[in-house]
């Protein structure tokens, strides 16, 4: 085992919205890369959580029905490939659910040409879960008008084959708490709404029951950070404690702003971290950033942001 110290963020280029798989003995990174007129899907790996190297742009290029700005990619283990599910949008407008695989993890992935949901308009983030069972389910972000807070919320469908939703999505986390307001009077769908935002979901299956964190609010604003649900099964019905904020990380002015879309990786001694991207005060970039994650009866909590030196992960010298 390797002892040692490590200081957040422990990737120091543009890399949003990391989702870490560990795979054939080495941990894998996944994220969003940098880019005004176009973003693409960057990849990173590592031995031991906290040194990493670049491996580039993990997705074959090809035809994406003109979408320009690539978000937010996971990768799953599923029988003899790994399957990567992302979205695909220009800007921030019209993201679609896609899929890609590939014979390794760290790629090529090649885009399947199918969207996941064809029946929403914007769907982001998607997160792939596989239950205790075997069952496959995909949580993702939606759009949604009806609700008593508008905005940006987390649904759950089955997945009944690696490029097949059922079709019956089902809510996870609707907006319900004033910090989860994104923008006030802000134009969405030819009208204007309190715009309300809960985005990025990653599933557990610890302490009997199932936990759903995600993010939630504006960025820009002291309140912005991770929080967490939980049910007693995947499809639900989930429920979370009321607050006035995030309950696992937030914003530290003058420190870290807008630490979110966490997913989670256990290191060789069984403990979990907390993955997740965070701007620097200056606002110039998205850096990965890795905390402890640890577990009480009322669920996960974290010490981060952190920002000083951190007892490192529970790694194997070597892949």
């Given at each position: 085992?390797?002892p040692?110290?490590?200081?957040?963020?422990?990737f120091g280029?543009?890399?949003?919205?990391?989702?870490?798989?560990a795979?054939e003995?080495r941990?894998y990174a996944?994220g969003t890369?940098?880019?005004?007129?176009?973003?693409?899907l960057l990849?990173?790996?590592?031995?031991?959580?906290?040194?990493?190297t670049k491996?580039?742009?993990v997705?074959?290029p090809g035809?994406l029905?003109?979408?320009?700005?690539?978000?937010?990619?996971?990768?799953?283990?599923?029988?003899?490939?790994?399957?990567?599910?992302?979205?695909?949008?220009?800007?921030d407008?019209?993201?679609?659910?896609?899929?890609?695989?590939?014979?390794?993890?760290?790629?090529p992935?090649?885009d399947?040409?199918?969207?996941?949901?064809p029946?929403?308009?914007?769907?982001?983030?998607?997160?792939?879960?596989?239950?205790?069972?075997?069952?496959?389910?995909?949580?993702y972000?939606?759009?949604?008008?009806?609700?008593d807070?508008?905005?940006t919320?987390?649904?759950?469908?089955?997945l009944?084959?690696?490029?097949?939703?059922a079709?019956?999505?089902?809510?996870?986390?609707?907006?319900?708490?004033?910090?989860?307001?994104?923008l006030?009077?802000?134009?969405?769908?030819?009208?204007?709404?309190?715009?309300?935002?809960?985005?990025g979901p990653?599933v557990?299956?610890?302490?009997?029951?199932?936990?759903?964190?995600?993010?939630?609010g504006n960025?820009?604003?002291?309140?912005?950070?991770?929080?967490?649900?939980?049910a007693?099964?995947?499809?639900?019905?989930?429920r979370?404690?009321?607050s006035?904020?995030?309950?696992?990380?937030r914003?530290?002015?003058?420190a870290?702003?807008g630490?979110?879309?966490?997913s989670?990786?256990a290191?060789?001694?069984?403990?979990?971290?907390?993955?997740?991207?965070?701007?620097d005060?200056?606002?110039?970039?998205?850096?990965?950033c890795?905390?402890?994650l640890d577990?009480?009866?009322d669920?996960?909590?974290?010490?981060g942001p952190?920002?000083?030196?951190?007892?490192a992960?529970?790694?194997r010298?070597?892949p």
């Amino acid at each position: 085992m390797t002892p040692g110290t490590y200081t957040n963020p422990v990737f120091g280029g543009y890399f949003a919205d990391p989702f870490v798989l560990a795979a054939e003995g080495r941990y894998y990174a996944f994220g969003t890369g940098a880019g005004t007129t176009a973003q693409s899907l960057l990849g990173l790996v590592s031995d031991d959580l906290v040194a990493w190297t670049k491996l580039g742009t993990v997705l074959t290029p090809g035809a994406l029905d003109g979408a320009t700005h690539l978000w937010a990619p996971e990768v799953a283990r599923m029988g003899p490939e790994y399957v990567m599910y992302y979205s695909a949008g220009v800007g921030d407008t019209a993201h679609r659910l896609r899929v890609a695989t590939a014979a390794r993890p760290a790629g090529p992935y090649r885009d399947l040409g199918v969207n996941l949901a064809p029946r929403e308009p914007f769907a982001i983030d998607p997160h792939p879960f596989q239950d205790r069972d075997g069952a496959w389910y995909l949580y993702y972000a939606v759009d949604r008008l009806e609700s008593d807070r508008v905005g940006t919320a987390v649904v759950v469908d089955r997945l009944l084959a690696p490029d097949r939703l059922a079709g019956h999505p089902r809510p996870v986390i609707v907006p319900s708490a004033d910090w989860q307001l994104f923008l006030a009077g802000r134009a969405m769908y030819d009208a204007v709404y309190d715009w309300h935002t809960c985005e990025g979901p990653f599933v557990l299956d610890r302490q009997g029951g199932y936990w759903c964190l995600y993010s939630g609010g504006n960025w820009q604003r002291p309140s912005y950070g991770v929080s967490v649900a939980s049910a007693p099964h995947p499809l639900g019905p989930w429920r979370e404690e009321p607050s006035d904020g995030p309950l696992v990380v937030r914003t530290r002015p003058g420190a870290v702003h807008g630490p979110g879309h966490a997913s989670v990786v256990a290191d060789d001694a069984g403990t979990d971290w907390l993955v997740y991207h965070a701007w620097d005060p200056a606002g110039t970039a998205r850096r990965m950033c890795l905390d402890r994650l640890d577990w009480t009866d009322d669920g996960p909590v974290c010490a981060g942001p952190t920002t000083d030196p951190q007892p490192a992960p529970t790694v194997r010298s070597g892949p």
